[in-house]
């Protein structure tokens, strides 16, 4: 089997969800935007850098807990409560770096992706989504930062716009919308 037709068996492939679950419907609409943004666009490249700062902190805090715990087993419990003292502090202090980085920094991130430009300029796209809890409004925001600026766009539609009434993603409409924002920051970039 060729790579095009892999390509077309995770198209023709549809997602059904039960419309009528919130969060289901944003982890689905949110695969779909992941999904059409590198399909038709080769030259974007997934940037991790979201990720792994989170995997470092979480790595962190359990490195300070298991140092914790080792320290107890070598050292029994009056003689280690200095060291239990110093993790107990460094645990929070790191949980607390996690709660802002997921909260402020990350904050509905669904996906980074970087673009090597033929200048040798590298272009960050990320694209995040907000949808709150009883309503039907799925806000997408793309966005490109450049060395020089950043630019946004964004959009709300309801859900129902990309989800029939059986609760089947569909993808070409969610593609047609990340291709509208998509176009319209780089065209807005040409320009300049």
Known sequence: MSKKDDKSEQIDEFVKINKWDGAAVKLALNDA????????????????????????????????????????????????????????????????????????????????????????????????????KYDDKYTLVLSVKDTKSLKKTSSVKSCASFIDVNGVVLYNLVANEVDRLYNSLSIEKKEK
């Open 33 to 132: 935007v992941k999904h059409t943004l590198f399909a038709t666009r080769p030259h974007l490249k997934e940037h991790f850098g979201l990720i792994n700062t989170r995997l470092i902190l979480s790595t962190s805090m359990i490195g300070v807990a298991l140092m914790a715990y080792g320290w107890d087993v070598t050292h029994p419990f009056p003689e280690s409560k200095p060291v239990f003292m110093f993790c107990a502090v460094a645990y929070f202090s790191l949980m607390g770096v996690l709660t802002l980085h997921t909260t402020f920094r990350e904050k509905g991130t669904i996906v980074v992706a970087t673009e090597e430009m033929p200048n040798g300029e590298r272009r960050f796209w990320e694209a995040s989504s907000d949808m709150k």
